[in-house]
Nanobody, 125 residues
Framework: VQLVETGGGLVQAGGSRRLTCDAS????????MAWFRQAPGKEREFVGG????????SLSDSVKGRFTVTRYMGKNRLFLWMDLLESEDTAVYYC???????????????????WGQGTQVTVYS
């Protein structure tokens, strides 16, 4: 499946941003989808994920209460709604798809078989 992220950019601390991931190709399979992020000098980390049917969601503790992950099944589109952004949220954000563990989104990057190119989010004070 091909994944394309959009919506990154500069945002002031305390502000909001919405990222979008559009999937194409393997659109009829049961893929769990997720957002990961990677800051300079740090490992890629799980942000949030959604099961193939949108029924199961998961968020990392660092973003819980500020970020929301949703999925628009009709267009096979994944969203990351980010509120109360902090400088620590600055990173490249990646969309990923997992065709095996489709019922519960995994938190491990190695479980995902498809990745987008990433979109940069920079939070400034």
């Amino acid at each position: 499946v091909q994944l394309v992220e959009t919506g990154g950019g500069l945002v002031q601390a305390g502000g909001s941003r919405r990222l979008t991931c559009d999937a194409s190709g393997r659109t009829h399979s049961k893929d769990a989808m997720a957002w990961f992020r990677q800051a300079p000098g740090k490992e890629r980390e799980f942000v949030g994920g959604v099961s193939w049917d949108g029924e199961s969601t998961s968020l990392s503790d660092s973003v819980k209460g500020r970020f929301t992950v949703t999925r628009y099944m009709g267009k096979n589109r994944l969203f990351l709604w980010m509120d109360l952004l902090e400088s620590e949220d600055t990173a490249v954000y990646y969309c990923a798809a997992d065709r095996i563990r489709w019922s519960v989104p995994s938190r491990m990057a190695t479980d995902y078989d498809s990745w987008g190119q990433g979109t940069q989010v920079t939070v400034y004070s």
